[in-house]
Protein backbone atom coordinates (compact mmCIF):
# COMPACT_ATOMS: atom_id res chain seq x y z
CA UNK A 1 0.00 0.00 0.00
CA UNK A 2 2.54 2.65 -0.59
CA UNK A 3 -0.04 4.45 -2.53
CA UNK A 4 -1.06 6.28 0.77
CA UNK A 5 1.81 7.36 1.15
CA UNK A 6 3.36 9.66 -1.53
CA UNK A 7 6.50 10.28 -1.64
CA UNK A 8 7.83 13.44 -1.92
CA UNK A 9 9.92 13.32 -5.17
CA UNK A 10 6.48 11.98 -7.34
CA UNK A 11 4.85 15.19 -5.53
CA UNK A 12 6.80 17.53 -6.65
CA UNK A 13 7.03 15.51 -9.90
CA UNK A 14 3.41 15.86 -10.45
CA UNK A 15 3.03 19.68 -9.65
CA UNK A 16 5.87 20.18 -12.22
CA UNK A 17 3.23 18.40 -14.38
CA UNK A 18 0.38 20.53 -13.59
CA UNK A 19 2.61 23.28 -14.00
CA UNK A 20 3.96 22.47 -17.35
CA UNK A 21 0.13 21.80 -18.18
CA UNK A 22 -0.79 25.66 -17.12
CA UNK A 23 2.17 26.94 -19.42
CA UNK A 24 1.07 25.00 -22.21
CA UNK A 25 -2.80 26.32 -22.08
CA UNK A 26 -1.45 29.91 -21.60
CA UNK A 27 0.57 29.85 -24.86
CA UNK A 28 -2.40 28.01 -26.41
CA UNK A 29 -4.30 30.76 -24.98
CA UNK A 30 -1.80 33.44 -26.00
CA UNK A 31 -2.45 32.43 -29.83
CA UNK A 32 -6.39 31.99 -29.47
CA UNK A 33 -5.97 35.58 -29.15
CA UNK A 34 -3.84 36.50 -32.09
CA UNK A 35 -5.97 34.65 -34.21
CA UNK A 36 -8.69 36.30 -33.29
CA UNK A 37 -8.23 39.76 -32.68
CA UNK A 38 -8.83 41.15 -36.23
CA UNK A 39 -11.82 39.45 -36.34
CA UNK A 40 -12.67 40.76 -33.40
CA UNK A 41 -11.30 44.42 -34.12
CA UNK A 42 -13.00 44.12 -37.36
CA UNK A 43 -16.28 43.11 -35.90
CA UNK A 44 -16.55 45.23 -33.19
CA UNK A 45 -15.26 48.37 -35.03
CA UNK A 46 -18.07 47.96 -37.26
CA UNK A 47 -20.51 48.42 -34.82
CA UNK A 48 -19.14 51.31 -33.79
CA UNK A 49 -20.11 55.18 -34.90
CA UNK A 50 -17.44 57.48 -36.44
CA UNK A 51 -17.66 59.61 -33.39
CA UNK A 52 -16.32 56.76 -30.85
CA UNK A 53 -13.94 54.91 -33.27
CA UNK A 54 -11.60 58.53 -33.32
CA UNK A 55 -12.05 58.71 -28.95
CA UNK A 56 -12.17 55.13 -28.32
CA UNK A 57 -9.41 52.57 -28.90
CA UNK A 58 -8.88 49.38 -31.27
CA UNK A 59 -9.98 46.19 -28.81
CA UNK A 60 -12.59 48.28 -26.66
CA UNK A 61 -16.15 47.30 -27.00
CA UNK A 62 -18.42 49.18 -28.63
CA UNK A 63 -19.99 51.61 -26.25
CA UNK A 64 -23.06 51.93 -28.09
CA UNK A 65 -23.92 49.36 -30.93
CA UNK A 66 -25.22 51.15 -34.46
CA UNK A 67 -25.75 48.56 -37.33
CA UNK A 68 -25.80 52.05 -39.38
CA UNK A 69 -22.07 51.03 -41.05
CA UNK A 70 -23.81 47.24 -42.00
CA UNK A 71 -26.72 49.36 -43.59
CA UNK A 72 -24.23 51.48 -45.73
CA UNK A 73 -21.77 49.03 -46.74
CA UNK A 74 -24.50 46.97 -47.93
CA UNK A 75 -26.70 49.54 -50.06
CA UNK A 76 -24.72 52.96 -50.17
CA UNK A 77 -20.76 53.05 -49.65
CA UNK A 78 -19.06 54.80 -52.50
CA UNK A 79 -16.77 52.74 -54.84
CA UNK A 80 -15.32 55.12 -57.34
CA UNK A 81 -17.97 57.45 -58.63
CA UNK A 82 -21.19 55.21 -58.14
CA UNK A 83 -22.52 54.45 -54.60
CA UNK A 84 -24.22 51.39 -54.70
CA UNK A 85 -23.05 49.59 -51.86
CA UNK A 86 -21.47 46.53 -51.87
CA UNK A 87 -24.61 44.38 -52.50
CA UNK A 88 -24.59 44.71 -56.60
CA UNK A 89 -21.15 43.28 -56.32
CA UNK A 90 -21.22 40.91 -53.97
CA UNK A 91 -24.33 39.27 -56.56
CA UNK A 92 -21.35 39.68 -59.10
CA UNK A 93 -19.01 37.76 -56.96
CA UNK A 94 -22.14 34.71 -56.59
CA UNK A 95 -22.95 34.95 -60.45
CA UNK A 96 -19.38 34.11 -60.98
CA UNK A 97 -18.44 31.60 -58.68
CA UNK A 98 -22.04 29.25 -58.88
CA UNK A 99 -21.51 28.62 -62.26
CA UNK A 100 -17.39 28.80 -62.74
CA UNK A 101 -17.85 26.00 -59.78
CA UNK A 102 -20.05 23.40 -60.89
CA UNK A 103 -18.46 23.86 -64.80
CA UNK A 104 -15.05 23.24 -62.99
CA UNK A 105 -15.75 20.66 -60.64
CA UNK A 106 -18.42 18.39 -63.42
CA UNK A 107 -15.54 18.95 -65.79
CA UNK A 108 -12.84 17.71 -63.12
CA UNK A 109 -14.57 14.51 -62.29
CA UNK A 110 -14.92 13.16 -66.03
CA UNK A 111 -11.18 14.03 -66.37
CA UNK A 112 -9.82 12.65 -63.06
CA UNK A 113 -12.02 9.57 -64.40
CA UNK A 114 -10.54 9.27 -67.19
CA UNK A 115 -7.09 9.73 -66.10
CA UNK A 116 -7.14 7.46 -63.32
CA UNK A 117 -8.96 4.51 -64.59
CA UNK A 118 -8.94 4.19 -68.87
CA UNK A 119 -5.65 4.76 -68.79
CA UNK A 120 -4.14 4.96 -72.49
CA UNK A 121 -0.91 6.63 -73.79
CA UNK A 122 -0.67 9.54 -73.02
CA UNK A 123 -2.70 10.20 -69.84
CA UNK A 124 -0.33 10.39 -67.44
CA UNK A 125 1.69 13.03 -69.99
CA UNK A 126 -1.65 14.73 -70.24
CA UNK A 127 -2.07 14.52 -66.41
CA UNK A 128 1.70 16.34 -65.62
CA UNK A 129 0.81 18.61 -67.70
CA UNK A 130 -2.37 19.67 -65.95
CA UNK A 131 -0.64 19.80 -63.37
CA UNK A 132 1.80 21.98 -63.86
CA UNK A 133 -0.62 24.25 -64.72
CA UNK A 134 -1.90 24.73 -61.28
CA UNK A 135 1.64 26.35 -60.28
CA UNK A 136 2.18 29.08 -62.91
CA UNK A 137 2.28 32.42 -61.57
CA UNK A 138 -1.44 33.88 -63.52
CA UNK A 139 0.78 37.33 -63.79
CA UNK A 140 2.36 34.79 -66.89
CA UNK A 141 -0.92 34.75 -68.61
CA UNK A 142 -2.65 37.69 -68.00
CA UNK A 143 -1.44 40.12 -70.76
CA UNK A 144 -2.65 36.94 -73.68
CA UNK A 145 -5.89 36.62 -71.90
CA UNK A 146 -7.35 39.55 -71.89
CA UNK A 147 -6.40 39.85 -75.48
CA UNK A 148 -8.33 36.85 -76.05
CA UNK A 149 -11.21 37.73 -73.75
CA UNK A 150 -11.38 40.99 -76.41
CA UNK A 151 -11.13 38.95 -79.32
CA UNK A 152 -13.61 37.09 -77.72
CA UNK A 153 -15.99 40.13 -77.57
CA UNK A 154 -16.46 38.99 -73.62
CA UNK A 155 -13.50 41.36 -72.28
CA UNK A 156 -14.81 42.52 -69.06
CA UNK A 157 -18.33 40.46 -68.63
CA UNK A 158 -19.14 38.04 -65.99
CA UNK A 159 -19.32 35.21 -68.67
CA UNK A 160 -15.35 36.21 -69.16
CA UNK A 161 -14.47 35.69 -65.81
CA UNK A 162 -16.64 32.75 -65.56
CA UNK A 163 -14.38 31.35 -68.51
CA UNK A 164 -11.14 32.47 -66.86
CA UNK A 165 -11.79 30.45 -63.66
CA UNK A 166 -13.56 27.57 -64.80
CA UNK A 167 -9.96 27.03 -67.09
CA UNK A 168 -7.42 27.62 -64.16
CA UNK A 169 -9.60 25.72 -61.93
CA UNK A 170 -9.08 22.47 -64.24
CA UNK A 171 -5.55 21.62 -63.09
CA UNK A 172 -6.70 21.57 -59.42
CA UNK A 173 -10.11 19.25 -59.76
CA UNK A 174 -8.70 17.40 -61.82
CA UNK A 175 -6.11 16.51 -59.72
CA UNK A 176 -8.62 15.63 -56.66
CA UNK A 177 -10.84 13.90 -58.45
CA UNK A 178 -7.91 11.69 -60.52
CA UNK A 179 -6.14 10.94 -56.43
CA UNK A 180 -9.72 9.71 -55.31
CA UNK A 181 -10.65 7.60 -58.25
CA UNK A 182 -7.09 6.22 -58.33
CA UNK A 183 -7.80 4.45 -55.28
CA UNK A 184 -10.75 2.55 -56.41
CA UNK A 185 -9.80 -1.26 -58.10
CA UNK A 186 -9.83 -1.25 -61.38
CA UNK A 187 -11.68 -4.71 -61.52
CA UNK A 188 -14.52 -2.60 -60.99
CA UNK A 189 -14.25 -1.12 -64.06
CA UNK A 190 -13.08 -4.09 -65.98
CA UNK A 191 -16.33 -6.28 -64.41
CA UNK A 192 -18.56 -3.58 -65.62
CA UNK A 193 -17.01 -3.43 -68.91
CA UNK A 194 -17.64 -7.20 -69.23
CA UNK A 195 -21.04 -6.64 -68.21
CA UNK A 196 -21.74 -4.68 -71.30
CA UNK A 197 -21.74 -1.30 -69.65
CA UNK A 198 -20.24 1.57 -71.52
CA UNK A 199 -18.09 4.74 -70.31
CA UNK A 200 -20.62 6.94 -68.99
CA UNK A 201 -22.66 4.19 -67.67
CA UNK A 202 -20.02 3.41 -65.45
CA UNK A 203 -18.99 6.38 -64.64
CA UNK A 204 -22.99 7.50 -63.76
CA UNK A 205 -23.98 4.67 -62.06
CA UNK A 206 -20.67 3.63 -60.37
CA UNK A 207 -18.04 6.44 -59.62
CA UNK A 208 -20.48 8.99 -59.30
CA UNK A 209 -22.26 7.93 -56.44
CA UNK A 210 -18.96 6.82 -54.56
CA UNK A 211 -17.50 10.41 -54.67
CA UNK A 212 -19.71 12.64 -52.49
CA UNK A 213 -16.90 13.29 -50.20
CA UNK A 214 -14.71 14.36 -52.98
CA UNK A 215 -17.18 16.66 -54.38
CA UNK A 216 -17.78 18.93 -51.46
CA UNK A 217 -13.92 18.99 -51.21
CA UNK A 218 -13.55 19.90 -54.73
CA UNK A 219 -16.86 22.10 -54.36
CA UNK A 220 -15.27 23.72 -51.37
CA UNK A 221 -11.82 24.54 -52.23
CA UNK A 222 -13.50 26.17 -55.98
CA UNK A 223 -15.72 28.30 -54.24
CA UNK A 224 -12.57 29.37 -51.33
CA UNK A 225 -10.67 29.95 -54.62
CA UNK A 226 -12.73 32.22 -57.01
CA UNK A 227 -14.85 34.19 -54.00
CA UNK A 228 -11.36 35.33 -52.56
CA UNK A 229 -10.15 35.95 -56.35
CA UNK A 230 -8.61 39.13 -56.53
CA UNK A 231 -6.22 39.11 -59.61
CA UNK A 232 -8.40 37.80 -62.29
CA UNK A 233 -10.91 40.23 -61.02
CA UNK A 234 -9.37 43.47 -60.95
CA UNK A 235 -7.42 42.08 -64.19
CA UNK A 236 -10.86 41.18 -66.40
CA UNK A 237 -14.03 43.44 -65.00
CA UNK A 238 -15.16 46.60 -65.97
CA UNK A 239 -17.42 48.82 -63.62
CA UNK A 240 -20.28 46.73 -63.40
CA UNK A 241 -18.72 43.54 -63.18
CA UNK A 242 -16.34 43.68 -60.07
CA UNK A 243 -16.33 40.72 -57.84
CA UNK A 244 -16.92 41.50 -54.38
CA UNK A 245 -12.86 41.83 -53.38
CA UNK A 246 -12.14 44.49 -56.11
CA UNK A 247 -15.31 46.52 -54.96
CA UNK A 248 -14.10 45.64 -51.29
CA UNK A 249 -10.36 47.62 -52.01
CA UNK A 250 -12.13 49.84 -54.32
CA UNK A 251 -14.24 51.32 -50.94
CA UNK A 252 -11.36 50.81 -48.94
CA UNK A 253 -9.01 52.99 -51.15
CA UNK A 254 -11.57 55.50 -52.49
CA UNK A 255 -10.56 58.59 -51.10
CA UNK A 256 -13.26 61.15 -51.55
CA UNK A 257 -15.18 62.65 -48.68
CA UNK A 258 -14.61 61.50 -44.43
CA UNK A 259 -12.83 57.83 -44.05
CA UNK A 260 -15.49 55.84 -42.43
CA UNK A 261 -13.74 52.87 -41.13
CA UNK A 262 -16.85 51.37 -39.42
CA UNK A 263 -18.50 50.77 -42.92
CA UNK A 264 -14.84 49.76 -44.18
CA UNK A 265 -14.99 46.63 -41.86
CA UNK A 266 -18.85 46.11 -42.26
CA UNK A 267 -17.72 45.80 -46.10
CA UNK A 268 -14.60 43.26 -45.40
CA UNK A 269 -16.69 41.25 -43.14
CA UNK A 270 -19.87 41.03 -45.75
CA UNK A 271 -16.88 39.98 -48.12
CA UNK A 272 -15.53 37.17 -45.89
CA UNK A 273 -18.93 35.70 -44.42
CA UNK A 274 -19.46 33.44 -47.27
CA UNK A 275 -16.11 31.53 -47.03
CA UNK A 276 -15.81 32.17 -43.07
CA UNK A 277 -19.16 30.19 -43.47
CA UNK A 278 -18.62 27.32 -45.77
CA UNK A 279 -15.21 27.14 -43.16
CA UNK A 280 -17.05 26.62 -39.93
CA UNK A 281 -20.13 24.43 -41.63
CA UNK A 282 -17.68 21.91 -43.69
CA UNK A 283 -14.42 22.66 -42.18
CA UNK A 284 -12.69 19.57 -42.03
CA UNK A 285 -13.22 19.19 -46.38
CA UNK A 286 -11.92 22.47 -46.37
CA UNK A 287 -8.97 21.24 -44.45
CA UNK A 288 -9.04 18.21 -46.59
CA UNK A 289 -8.83 20.66 -49.79
CA UNK A 290 -5.93 22.53 -48.51
CA UNK A 291 -3.89 19.83 -47.64
CA UNK A 292 -4.87 17.38 -50.60
CA UNK A 293 -1.58 17.07 -52.66
CA UNK A 294 0.48 18.40 -50.16
CA UNK A 295 0.45 15.61 -47.76
CA UNK A 296 1.60 12.32 -49.15
CA UNK A 297 -0.34 9.81 -49.08
CA UNK B 1 -19.95 3.90 -85.29
CA UNK B 2 -20.61 3.33 -82.15
CA UNK B 3 -18.13 1.15 -81.29
CA UNK B 4 -15.57 3.35 -82.67
CA UNK B 5 -17.21 6.70 -80.64
CA UNK B 6 -17.18 3.96 -77.26
CA UNK B 7 -13.35 3.03 -77.82
CA UNK B 8 -12.59 6.45 -78.17
CA UNK B 9 -15.05 8.10 -75.70
CA UNK B 10 -12.38 8.79 -73.03
CA UNK B 11 -9.98 10.26 -74.97
CA UNK B 12 -12.39 12.73 -76.75
CA UNK B 13 -13.75 13.58 -73.05
CA UNK B 14 -10.18 14.76 -72.29
CA UNK B 15 -9.69 16.46 -75.82
CA UNK B 16 -11.23 19.72 -75.00
CA UNK B 17 -9.37 20.26 -71.54
CA UNK B 18 -6.27 18.61 -72.98
CA UNK B 19 -6.70 21.79 -75.93
CA UNK B 20 -7.23 23.91 -73.15
CA UNK B 21 -4.25 23.70 -71.00
CA UNK B 22 -2.37 23.56 -74.33
CA UNK B 23 -3.57 26.83 -75.51
CA UNK B 24 -4.23 28.60 -72.09
CA UNK B 25 -1.13 27.14 -70.13
CA UNK B 26 1.60 26.78 -72.16
CA UNK B 27 0.45 28.81 -75.25
CA UNK B 28 0.00 31.73 -73.23
CA UNK B 29 3.35 31.40 -71.74
CA UNK B 30 4.89 30.84 -75.21
CA UNK B 31 3.04 34.12 -75.79
CA UNK B 32 4.16 36.28 -72.67
CA UNK B 33 7.93 35.02 -73.52
CA UNK B 34 7.61 35.95 -76.90
CA UNK B 35 6.73 39.56 -76.35
CA UNK B 36 8.93 40.13 -73.53
CA UNK B 37 11.83 39.62 -76.49
CA UNK B 38 10.45 42.54 -78.32
CA UNK B 39 10.01 46.40 -77.95
CA UNK B 40 6.13 46.42 -77.09
CA UNK B 41 5.15 49.37 -75.10
CA UNK B 42 1.21 50.32 -74.85
CA UNK B 43 0.58 47.45 -77.36
CA UNK B 44 2.58 44.46 -78.20
CA UNK B 45 4.82 44.39 -81.01
CA UNK B 46 5.95 40.92 -82.45
CA UNK B 47 9.11 41.58 -83.82
CA UNK B 48 12.19 40.33 -81.48
CA UNK B 49 14.79 42.57 -80.30
CA UNK B 50 16.71 40.29 -77.87
CA UNK B 51 16.75 40.62 -74.30
CA UNK B 52 16.36 44.74 -74.23
CA UNK B 53 13.38 44.61 -72.00
CA UNK B 54 15.19 42.38 -69.35
CA UNK B 55 18.10 44.64 -69.37
CA UNK B 56 15.56 47.24 -68.79
CA UNK B 57 14.23 45.33 -66.03
CA UNK B 58 17.45 44.76 -64.28
CA UNK B 59 18.80 48.07 -64.40
CA UNK B 60 15.04 49.29 -63.45
CA UNK B 61 15.37 50.53 -59.19
CA UNK B 62 11.68 50.09 -58.74
CA UNK B 63 12.53 45.82 -60.47
CA UNK B 64 15.65 45.86 -58.15
CA UNK B 65 13.46 46.99 -54.87
CA UNK B 66 10.59 44.11 -55.89
CA UNK B 67 12.94 41.12 -56.14
CA UNK B 68 15.12 42.20 -52.79
CA UNK B 69 11.37 42.41 -51.01
CA UNK B 70 10.72 39.36 -52.33
CA UNK B 71 13.22 37.25 -51.30
CA UNK B 72 13.31 39.13 -47.20
CA UNK B 73 9.42 39.13 -47.47
CA UNK B 74 9.61 34.86 -49.18
CA UNK B 75 12.56 34.12 -46.74
CA UNK B 76 10.61 35.91 -43.11
CA UNK B 77 6.98 34.03 -44.51
CA UNK B 78 8.52 30.86 -45.04
CA UNK B 79 11.20 30.54 -42.14
CA UNK B 80 8.24 32.12 -39.23
CA UNK B 81 5.51 30.01 -40.50
CA UNK B 82 7.43 26.98 -40.27
CA UNK B 83 8.62 27.57 -36.86
CA UNK B 84 5.50 28.78 -35.82
CA UNK B 85 3.15 25.81 -37.45
CA UNK B 86 5.94 23.12 -36.12
CA UNK B 87 5.67 24.56 -32.33
CA UNK B 88 1.68 25.05 -32.37
CA UNK B 89 1.25 21.81 -33.63
CA UNK B 90 4.05 19.62 -31.24
CA UNK B 91 1.76 21.87 -28.45
CA UNK B 92 -1.95 20.72 -29.77
CA UNK B 93 -0.17 17.09 -30.01
CA UNK B 94 -0.58 17.06 -25.57
CA UNK B 95 -3.67 15.45 -25.59
CA UNK B 96 -5.62 19.21 -25.15
CA UNK B 97 -9.30 18.71 -24.46
CA UNK B 98 -10.37 21.84 -26.52
CA UNK B 99 -8.58 20.54 -29.81
CA UNK B 100 -10.96 20.95 -31.73
CA UNK B 101 -11.76 24.20 -31.11
CA UNK B 102 -8.31 25.84 -30.64
CA UNK B 103 -7.76 24.11 -34.21
CA UNK B 104 -10.70 25.89 -35.93
CA UNK B 105 -9.35 28.99 -34.49
CA UNK B 106 -5.89 28.89 -35.70
CA UNK B 107 -6.97 27.71 -39.08
CA UNK B 108 -9.77 30.01 -40.20
CA UNK B 109 -7.74 33.05 -41.36
CA UNK B 110 -7.32 30.34 -44.70
CA UNK B 111 -11.07 30.92 -45.47
CA UNK B 112 -10.58 34.65 -46.06
CA UNK B 113 -9.53 36.53 -49.13
CA UNK B 114 -6.28 38.56 -48.88
CA UNK B 115 -7.95 41.21 -49.74
CA UNK B 116 -9.90 41.09 -46.60
CA UNK B 117 -6.98 40.00 -44.50
CA UNK B 118 -5.07 43.11 -45.60
CA UNK B 119 -8.38 45.54 -45.13
CA UNK B 120 -8.25 44.07 -41.52
CA UNK B 121 -4.39 44.70 -40.71
CA UNK B 122 -4.21 47.77 -42.75
CA UNK B 123 -6.77 48.94 -39.95
CA UNK B 124 -4.91 47.62 -37.36
CA UNK B 125 -1.83 49.15 -37.92
CA UNK B 126 -2.90 52.47 -38.96
CA UNK B 127 -0.29 54.79 -37.12
CA UNK B 128 -3.53 57.05 -36.46
CA UNK B 129 -6.08 55.66 -35.19
CA UNK B 130 -5.13 51.67 -34.69
CA UNK B 131 -2.74 50.23 -32.31
CA UNK B 132 -0.34 52.64 -31.90
CA UNK B 133 -3.15 55.32 -30.91
CA UNK B 134 -4.36 52.51 -28.55
CA UNK B 135 -1.17 51.99 -26.89
CA UNK B 136 -0.69 55.65 -26.54
CA UNK B 137 -4.25 55.78 -25.27
CA UNK B 138 -3.16 53.44 -22.31
CA UNK B 139 -0.36 56.05 -20.70
CA UNK B 140 2.36 55.04 -23.32
CA UNK B 141 2.56 58.31 -24.68
CA UNK B 142 6.02 57.75 -26.71
CA UNK B 143 4.94 54.66 -28.14
CA UNK B 144 5.50 54.58 -32.04
CA UNK B 145 4.39 51.82 -34.75
CA UNK B 146 4.32 53.46 -37.22
CA UNK B 147 5.48 50.38 -40.32
CA UNK B 148 2.52 51.32 -42.47
CA UNK B 149 3.60 53.97 -43.60
CA UNK B 150 7.47 54.02 -42.67
CA UNK B 151 9.20 53.20 -45.96
CA UNK B 152 11.75 50.87 -44.45
CA UNK B 153 8.85 48.59 -42.90
CA UNK B 154 6.15 48.44 -44.78
CA UNK B 155 7.11 44.96 -46.02
CA UNK B 156 7.36 43.83 -42.82
CA UNK B 157 3.40 44.59 -42.43
CA UNK B 158 2.85 42.32 -45.25
CA UNK B 159 5.25 39.61 -43.08
CA UNK B 160 3.26 39.72 -40.02
CA UNK B 161 -0.26 39.57 -42.40
CA UNK B 162 0.84 36.73 -44.48
CA UNK B 163 2.09 34.70 -41.55
CA UNK B 164 -1.53 35.44 -39.26
CA UNK B 165 -3.07 33.84 -42.60
CA UNK B 166 -0.75 31.18 -43.60
CA UNK B 167 0.77 29.85 -39.78
CA UNK B 168 -2.35 27.84 -38.95
CA UNK B 169 -2.43 26.11 -42.51
CA UNK B 170 1.35 24.98 -41.65
CA UNK B 171 -0.07 24.16 -38.32
CA UNK B 172 -2.58 21.67 -39.61
CA UNK B 173 0.48 19.93 -42.12
CA UNK B 174 2.32 19.66 -39.30
CA UNK B 175 -0.12 18.50 -36.77
CA UNK B 176 -1.47 15.78 -39.40
CA UNK B 177 2.35 14.81 -40.07
CA UNK B 178 2.88 14.41 -36.21
CA UNK B 179 -0.22 12.16 -35.60
CA UNK B 180 0.96 9.56 -38.76
CA UNK B 181 4.17 8.73 -37.36
CA UNK B 182 4.22 5.68 -35.72
CA UNK B 183 3.56 5.52 -32.16
CA UNK B 184 5.27 2.18 -31.36
CA UNK B 185 8.82 3.46 -31.89
CA UNK B 186 7.32 6.40 -29.19
CA UNK B 187 6.56 4.26 -26.71
CA UNK B 188 9.71 2.03 -26.93
CA UNK B 189 11.81 5.64 -26.91
CA UNK B 190 9.80 6.70 -23.58
CA UNK B 191 10.13 3.29 -22.13
CA UNK B 192 13.84 3.63 -22.12
CA UNK B 193 13.85 6.88 -20.44
CA UNK B 194 14.88 9.44 -23.61
CA UNK B 195 13.37 12.60 -22.74
CA UNK B 196 10.25 13.73 -24.93
CA UNK B 197 12.19 16.76 -26.82
CA UNK B 198 14.62 14.22 -27.31
CA UNK B 199 11.99 11.78 -29.03
CA UNK B 200 10.75 14.98 -31.02
CA UNK B 201 14.46 15.86 -32.24
CA UNK B 202 15.38 12.68 -32.71
CA UNK B 203 12.72 11.05 -33.94
CA UNK B 204 9.65 12.35 -35.18
CA UNK B 205 10.68 15.59 -36.76
CA UNK B 206 13.33 13.85 -39.18
CA UNK B 207 10.81 11.43 -39.90
CA UNK B 208 8.41 14.37 -40.99
CA UNK B 209 10.84 15.39 -43.80
CA UNK B 210 8.48 15.28 -46.70
CA UNK B 211 5.81 17.40 -45.10
CA UNK B 212 8.84 20.37 -44.34
CA UNK B 213 9.40 20.13 -48.22
CA UNK B 214 5.61 20.28 -48.79
CA UNK B 215 4.87 22.93 -46.86
CA UNK B 216 8.08 25.04 -48.01
CA UNK B 217 6.69 24.84 -51.77
CA UNK B 218 3.22 25.49 -50.91
CA UNK B 219 4.71 28.50 -49.21
CA UNK B 220 7.09 29.37 -51.62
CA UNK B 221 4.60 29.49 -54.17
CA UNK B 222 2.14 31.37 -51.46
CA UNK B 223 4.92 34.11 -51.22
CA UNK B 224 5.81 34.49 -55.47
CA UNK B 225 1.92 35.06 -55.59
CA UNK B 226 1.39 37.38 -53.35
CA UNK B 227 -0.27 40.25 -54.98
CA UNK B 228 -4.07 40.59 -53.42
CA UNK B 229 -2.12 41.24 -49.50
CA UNK B 230 0.21 43.64 -50.53
CA UNK B 231 -2.49 45.56 -53.12
CA UNK B 232 -5.08 45.68 -49.69
CA UNK B 233 -2.30 46.31 -47.22
CA UNK B 234 0.26 49.38 -48.53
CA UNK B 235 -0.65 49.55 -52.22
CA UNK B 236 2.91 49.00 -52.92
CA UNK B 237 3.66 51.93 -50.77
CA UNK B 238 5.03 54.23 -49.56
CA UNK B 239 6.50 55.08 -52.81
CA UNK B 240 7.44 51.56 -54.34
CA UNK B 241 8.85 50.86 -51.30
CA UNK B 242 6.71 47.45 -50.53
CA UNK B 243 6.20 46.43 -54.07
CA UNK B 244 6.77 42.58 -55.16
CA UNK B 245 7.03 41.29 -58.65
CA UNK B 246 3.23 40.37 -58.91
CA UNK B 247 2.51 44.44 -58.00
CA UNK B 248 5.26 45.38 -60.25
CA UNK B 249 3.88 43.69 -63.38
CA UNK B 250 0.28 44.40 -62.54
CA UNK B 251 1.05 48.32 -62.18
CA UNK B 252 3.54 47.71 -66.09
CA UNK B 253 0.72 45.76 -67.46
CA UNK B 254 -2.57 47.72 -66.37
CA UNK B 255 -1.12 51.02 -65.13
CA UNK B 256 1.81 52.23 -66.90
CA UNK B 257 1.33 50.39 -70.49
CA UNK B 258 4.34 48.98 -70.86
CA UNK B 259 3.72 45.37 -72.08
CA UNK B 260 7.10 44.42 -72.53
CA UNK B 261 7.94 45.05 -69.02
CA UNK B 262 4.90 43.23 -67.72
CA UNK B 263 5.81 40.37 -69.68
CA UNK B 264 9.48 40.05 -68.81
CA UNK B 265 8.72 40.41 -65.15
CA UNK B 266 6.06 37.94 -65.66
CA UNK B 267 8.99 35.43 -67.07
CA UNK B 268 11.11 35.98 -64.10
CA UNK B 269 8.51 34.91 -62.01
CA UNK B 270 7.64 31.89 -63.55
CA UNK B 271 11.18 30.91 -63.45
CA UNK B 272 11.32 31.42 -59.90
CA UNK B 273 8.42 29.26 -59.51
CA UNK B 274 9.81 26.98 -61.92
CA UNK B 275 12.99 26.37 -60.19
CA UNK B 276 11.04 25.43 -56.56
CA UNK B 277 8.22 23.60 -58.51
CA UNK B 278 9.64 21.46 -60.91
CA UNK B 279 12.04 19.49 -59.31
CA UNK B 280 9.80 18.49 -56.50
CA UNK B 281 6.79 17.72 -59.38
CA UNK B 282 9.39 15.33 -60.61
CA UNK B 283 9.86 13.46 -57.97
CA UNK B 284 6.26 13.36 -56.69
CA UNK B 285 5.15 12.11 -60.03
CA UNK B 286 7.92 9.67 -60.27
CA UNK B 287 7.33 8.11 -56.73
CA UNK B 288 3.36 7.41 -57.72
CA UNK B 289 4.52 6.16 -60.96
CA UNK B 290 6.37 3.52 -59.24
Known amino acids: MTDLAISPARNQNRTSKIVLRWILYLILGIFVIFYLMPLFVMVSTSLKSLEEIRTGDLVSLPREVTFDAWITAWSSACTGIRCEGVRPFFWNSVMIAVPAVLISTLIGALNGYVVAQWRFRGANLFFAAMLFGCFIPFQVVLLPMARLLGLMGIAGTIPGLIFVHVIYGLGFTTLFFRNYYVSIPSELTKAAKIDGAGFLRIFWSIFLPLSLPIIVVTVIWQFTQIWNDFLFGVSFSQAGTQPITVALNNIVNSTTGVKEYNVDMATAIIAALPTLLVYVIAGKYFIRGLTAGSVKG | ?290
Open chain 2, 1 to 290: MTKWLEHHLPKLVLAPSFIAVLIFVYGFIAWTAWVSLTRSRLLPKYDIHGFIQYDRLFASLRWDVAMNNLFLFGTLFIVISMVLGLILAILLDQNIRTEGAIRTIYLYPMALSMIVTGTAWKWILNPGLGIEATVRGWGFENFKFDWLVNPDMAIYTIVIAAIWQSSGFVMALFLAGLRSVDTEIIRAAQVDGIPTWRVYTAIIIPSMAPIFLSAFIVLSHLAIKSFDLVIALTGGGPGFASDLPATYMYAMAFSRGDIGQAASSAMIMMAVVFTIVVPYLYSELRVKND
